[in-house]
């Protein structure tokens, strides 16, 4: 059980690394872009934090309060299907303004930071 737990957290892990790397990798880029990597991410990073919500909400992880049970899964979720709503409109276009870069690094970011601070 310990293992399967790992890997989907694994797979969580690695779609941050290509979303936020795909970001950062744009950094001094005149023209940003969002490209395929970032969107394949995107959705890696939802379907393993899915598979690690549905293994925390069973039961199967040991959660500290009961009543805060479900609202840093959904949290998180929202952030995500958010992040991969601007990924997805925004591949059509050969680059991106500054701001909507910036707008989906802070996600990336945020996402993250809560679901590992908010324990």
Request: with cysteine; charged share 10%.
């Amino acid at each position: 059980m310990q293992l399967a737990h790992q890997i989907l957290l694994l797979i969580t892990l690695l779609g941050f690394a290509a979303t936020c790397g795909g970001l950062l990798g744009q950094l001094r880029s005149r023209d940003p872009e969002v490209t395929g990597g970032m969107l394949i991410g995107g959705w890696v990073q939802l379907i393993g934090w899915i598979g690690l919500s549905t293994w925390q909400l069973v039961g199967l992880a040991p959660y500290p309060e009961p009543s805060t049970r479900y609202v840093q899964p959904i949290a998180v979720a929202v952030i995500m299907i958010l992040q991969l709503i601007l990924l997805a409109k925004n591949r059509k276009f050969t680059s991106i303004p500054r701001g909507l870069w910036g707008i989906l690094l802070i996600m990336s970011l945020a996402e993250s930071a809560i679901a590992v601070i908010w324990q």
